[in-house]
């Protein structure tokens, strides 16, 4: 048994973790000291990875109220929109006894939109509202499938 211990093996960490993941000292930045140099090096990388607000427009995704408690959900559920639809349907679903939404609308949506999914029922469990999806599409369903938290999702087949 003696020989399963993992003692003798730390020094396998500080090899793999090599120069700025390991505690310690700070990254050497280009020119050192040097403010003109550090500003070069900021705008060189600000054109290679764009912020949020930089990229391109936002992808368009609407939430209409089709009657008392129906709702239809649309267009393409991302990053860009995640946040403003969340808000847009906790206002929507407040004080509804039970709400369904259909999402045979959606065109194309990522993690982000079934964060968005996830964050509804969890709200609407902390509100005692009654909350079912319809109309999944298969590639929101594969990406829960795939987190493994499909079940969580009250779906109406």
């Keep these: 048994m003696e020989g399963l211990g993992r003692d003798h093996r730390g020094h396998l960490l500080h090899q793999e973790l090599q120069g700025r993941y390991r505690g310690g000292g700070r990254r050497p930045r280009a020119g050192g ?3 003109a140099a550090r500003g070069r090096e900021c705008r060189a990388q600000r054109r290679r990875w764009p912020r949020l607000s930089d990229a391109s427009p936002a992808h368009q995704a609407s939430l209409a109220a089709l009657g008392p408690g129906a709702f239809a959900l649309a267009g393409e559920l991302d990053h860009s929109n995640a946040a403003q ?3 847009q349907g906790e206002r929507a679903f407040a004080g509804l006894p039970r709400v369904e939404i259909d999402l045979a609308g959606v065109t194309q949506a990522d993690s982000a939109g079934l964060a968005l999914l996830i964050e509804w ?3 609407s469990r902390g509100a005692g509202r009654e909350l079912h ?5 298969s590639q929101l369903l594969a990406i829960a499938r795939l987190a493994g ?9």
């Design 85 to 87: 639809l969340l808000l």
């Design 121 to 123: 029922v969890a709200v």
């Design 33 to 35: 000291g040097n403010r």
């Design 133 to 137: 999806f319809r109309a999944v599409p």
């Design 149 to 157: 938290v499909e079940e969580i999702l009250p779906i109406e087949r």
